[in-house]
């Protein structure tokens, strides 16, 4: 390594291997470095680094979409991955479900993929029992009403997109309307 300017030697070789050292497909034959290279004098620039198999976790999650009139309650992710965007709660979040809530149509099954896990969603549509608590009563902790009409303008992930776009298939069907 260079004493004047050992940056501009990283950034040379971080160069190197993005354009030329290639995992994929090395170019050996244009690589300024190739006759000092072990891995080619080796024959293994083709095997290296090696791929460790990222073994996939596979999860399976009940979603609530809880409509109350024009709303549905959905929750902002605060953290990790998907920070700042809108979900449906999960029914296991939700206490007094049978209680509070008539349970109605299953719609289709999703699947959300994001980085070593294969997340099948499985949403159900229930509406709040009439005589039973308010809606603001109803709010778990991170959680809001959003207008249905409005689903389509909140940044969420594509399953749940691909969710809301079936919710809104079966409230137009059944509420025979197309101001949804």
Known sequence: ????NPGE???ALMQLGQLVCTSRSP???SCPLAEHCRARIEGVQESIPRRRRQEVV????????LIDGEKVLMRKKAGGIGKGLWVFLPEA????????WDAGQEL???THSYTRYREML???IFSRKSGKKSPREMLLEGSEFQLIADLGELPMPTAYRRITEELMKVLKTF????SL
């Open 175 to 178: 509420y025979n309307t197309k």
């Open 58 to 65: 596979r999860k399976k999650t009940k979603l609530a979409i």
């Open 122 to 124: 499985l949403p159900r």
């Open 1 to 4: 390594m260079p004493v004047e």
């Open 9 to 11: 030697m990283n950034a």
């Open 27 to 29: 170019k050996c034959g």
């Open 108 to 110: 289709p099954r999703q």
């Open 93 to 100: 979040e939700i206490e007094n479900l049978e209680n509070l």
